[in-house]
C-alpha cells in the first residue's frame, strides 16, 4: 500500500501535533505517524487502575506553551483548559513550613520568618528574573542561526539574531553568559542565606536533569522553567490541565482535524525512506509505505538518526554528535489515588494555596545535592526530594468523588536503571518518597489506595524517553540553542534534504512548550519559498511579489 501526502510528521507527541496543525493550516496534505495508541507521548492521561481515574502518568503541569499558539490554534475551542496553580509550599519534618504567595508582601513576611536579609532580597530577585525573563522568553522562540557557517544566507540570519539583541547592555550579556554556565547554587549563594530558601528554589534547576544544584549550567535550568506563563500573565506560572496533559495532547489533535491533518496511532515508523539525499516518505512496521516530499520527525533523536535512518544517509559528525548526545536521568514519577487530602502537621486543614500548589519536600540545597552525590555512586538517594501536586484538588473528573490524584516527580536514582526495569527497588524509592511525606502530614501511607511508579527503563521503552530524560536531551550548556542537537544542525534541517526535526531535543523544547513544532514550520515554509523561487528563476518566469 502506498500513500501520498505533501507532508509526513513521525511522532505524535504534543510537538508533532504542533507541528501538524501548523502544516494543515499552512495547506499542505500532513498525516502524523504515532507508534502508540494514544497520541501525547510524556503529555497523556492514562488509567492504570480502571476506569474511574485519569492519571497523568509523566508530564504533569503546563507553563510553557505559549499563549499565541493556543490562540493561533484555537485550542480552547477543543477543550484546553488550565487552572493556574498556586504558589510552593514546604513542610519540614522538624516542624514548620515555608510558603511562597504570589503576592509580594506576603511573600516578604514568610521569607522574613527564615532571614530577614533574604526577604529583603527577594524584591532583588524576582526584578533579576523578571529582566531575565525579556531577554530569554524571545530567544526561545528564535530558529537559532548556524553560528560560525560562513554562507551568506546564513550571515544574514546571524545578524538578524545580533540585531535582535541590540537593547541588552553590557551588564544583561554579563549576566546571561553567567545564568549559561554558573551552578544554582552559586547564584542563589549571591542572593539567599537560609539553607531551607536555597533548597526549594534549588529543585528548579535540576529538575529533570542530570546534575546536582552544584554542576554548572543548573542555573539555566531553573531559568527555562520560570520564563513563560499560562495565559494568565504571571512569570513562571504553572497550570494544571482540565483531565490531565492528554487533555492538551487530544486539543492539539482536534486542532490540527479541521486544517485537514490526519492523525494515525498504532502506525509505528519501522524506516524514513531517502533517495539521492532527500527524504522520500517513511515505511511503517507492517509495510506501508508513505510517500512525501517533507518529512518531520518529532521522536528522540537517538531514534530518529541512529534506528529510523541508516547511517549511510547521515554525515559521519552528524553521526557522533547524535551518539554523544547526553540524555541521562534519573527521574521517577510517582502517582497516587488517595482517599483524603494530606493533613500537615503545621497547616492542618484545607487550604486552596497549599494543596492547589506545588508542595516541595526539599530542606536545603546540600540535601538535594547529597541525593544526587548518591545516584551518581550507584545508589538512590537517601532522602529523594519531590515535586508534588494534586490535580483533584481543581479537577474533580479525575477519581471518584471523596478520593484525590497526588502526582510526584521525583528524583534521583542512577541512570543506570534506564538499562533494565528494577521495579522492586522503584518501589524501595517509592517507599521513601510516601514516608518523608509521612513525616509531615501524619496519616499519608494509609491514605493511600493505588500507586503506580514508572522509572527510567520503563520511560524508555513505553513513552520513547531515552535514558528516561524527559526533555530528550539535558539542558545542559553543551546542549543548548546552537549546539541544540547537533552542531549546524539547530535551525530544525537535518543533512537529509526534505527532512526536519521538531523534537524536545530541539531549541525550544524541554517542556511542553510547542516551539519546535512551530518553528519547524516556519523552516519549511521558508524553505518551500526559497523553492519555488529557484524554480521560477531557472524556468525564466517572474518571481511573485
Known amino acids: 500500500m502506498v500513500g501520498t501526502y505533501d507532508a509526513i510528521v513521525v511522532g505524535g507527541g504534543h510537538n508533532g501535533l504542533v507541528a501538524a496543525a501548523y502544516l494543515a493550516r499552512s495547506g499542505l496534505r500532513t498525516v502524523v505517524c504515532e507508534a502508540r495508541e494514544v497520541v501525547g507521548g510524556a503529555a497523556v492521561t492514562e488509567r492504570p487502575w480502571g476506569p474511574d481515574y485519569q492519571v497523568t502518568s509523566l508530564s504533569y503541569v503546563v507553563s510553557l506553551l505559549a499563549p499565541g499558539l493556543v490562540r493561533d490554534l484555537g485550542l480552547e475551542r477543543h477543550g484546553y483548559k488550565v487552572h493556574p496553580q ?21 511573600r516578604r513576611a514568610e521569607i522574613a520568618k527564615l532571614s530577614a536579609r533574604d526577604a529583603d532580597a527577594a524584591g532583588r530577585w ?10 530569554l522568553g524571545p530567544l526561545l522562540s528564535v530558529i537559532p542561526p548556524k553560528l560560525g557557517s560562513h554562507r551568506p544566507g546564513d550571515l544574514a540570519d546571524q545578524a538578524r539574531l545580533v540585531w535582535r539583541l541590540r537593547g541588552l547592555d553590557q551588564r ?12 544554582i547554587a552559586d547564584l542563589l549563594d549571591e542572593f539567599f542565606e537560609s539553607p531551607e530558601l536555597q533548597g526549594v528554589l ?16 543548573t542555573a539555566y535550568v531553573m ?19 482540565e483531565c490531565g496533559m492528554g487533555r492538551v495532547s487530544q486539543a492539539l489533535a482536534a486542532a490540527a482535524a479541521p486544517f485537514g491533518a490526519e492523525v494515525r496511532t498504532a502506525a509505528p515508523v519501522h524506516r524514513i525512506s531517502t533517495a539521492n539525499g532527500r527524504a522520500t516518505g517513511v515505511v511503517l512496521d507492517g509495510g506501508e509505505e508513505l510517500r512525501a516530499d517533507v518529512v518531520v520527525v518529532a521522536t528522540h533523536p537517538k531514534i530518529a538518526f541512529l534506528r529510523l535512518l541508516g547511517r549511510a544517509d547521515l554525515p559521519a559528525d552528524f553521526v557522533t554528535d547524535i551518539q554523544r548526545w547526553k540524555t541521562r536521568s534519573g527521574v521517577v514519577k510517582i502517582n497516587l489515588a488517595v482517599d483524603r487530602l494530606p493533613e ?17 519536600l526539599a530542606e536545603s540545597l546540600d540535601e538535594v545535592e547529597a541525593g544526587f552525590q548518591d545516584a551518581v555512586t550507584g545508589r538512590p538517594s537517601a532522602r529523594p526530594f519531590a515535586d508534588i501536586c494534586i490535580p483533584s484538588v481543581f479537577d474533580r473528573t479525575l477519581c471518584p468523588e471523596g478520593q484525590h490524584i497526588v502526582s510526584m516527580f521525583t528524583q534521583w536514582v542512577p541512570q543506570e536503571w534506564a538499562g533494565e526495569p528494577m521495579d522492586a527497588e522503584l518501589e524501595a524509592h517509592a517507599d521513601r518518597v510516601v514516608a518523608r511525606f509521612e513525616a509531615v502530614a501524619p496519616g499519608f501511607t494509609s491514605s493511600v489506595l493505588h500507586r503506580q511508579v514508572i522509572g527510567p527503563w520503563r520511560m524508555e521503552h513505553e513513552y520513547g524517553l531515552i535514558g528516561g530524560n524527559i526533555f530528550h536531551g539535558e539542558l545542559s550548556p553543551s546542549q543548548l540553542f546552537h549546539t541544540r542537537p547537533a552542531a549546524g544542525y539547530a535551525d530544525y534541517r537535518t543533512p537529509v534534504h526534505g527532512l ?19 518553528n519547524v ?25
Open 202 to 217: 534549588s529543585v528548579s534547576g535540576v529538575i529533570g536533569t542530570w546534575a546536582g544544584p552544584r554542576s554548572p549550567g
Open 223 to 241: 531559568a527555562h522553567h520560570h520564563v513563560g506563563d499560562v495565559g494568565d500573565g504571571r512569570l513562571g506560572g504553572r497550570g494544571v490541565p
Open 172 to 183: 544583561r550579556v554579563a549576566d546571561a553568559t553567567r545564568l549559561f554556565t554558573m551552578s
Open 344 to 360: 500537615f502537621v503545621d497547616r492542618p486543614g484545607f487550604d486552596p494555596e497549599v494543596h492547589g500548589g506545588t508542595i516541595v
Open 521 to 545: 514550520v516556519r523552516q519549511i515554509r521558508r524553505d518551500l519559498r526559497a523553492a519555488r523561487w529557484r524554480t521560477r528563476l531557472r524556468l525564466g518566469r517572474p518571481s511573485p511579489r
Open 126 to 135: 524576582d526584578a533579576w528574573m523578571r529582566d531575565l525573563a525579556s531577554v
Open 86 to 106: 498556586g504558589p510552593y509550599f514546604v513542610p519540614y519534618a522538624g516542624g514548620g513550613y515555608l510558603q511562597l504567595p504570589d503576592d509580594p508582601a506576603r
Open 500 to 518: 526536519y526535526q521538531a523534537g524536545s531535543a530541539t531549541h525550544g523544547g524541554g517542556g511542553v512548550t510547542g516551539i519546535p513544532g512551530r
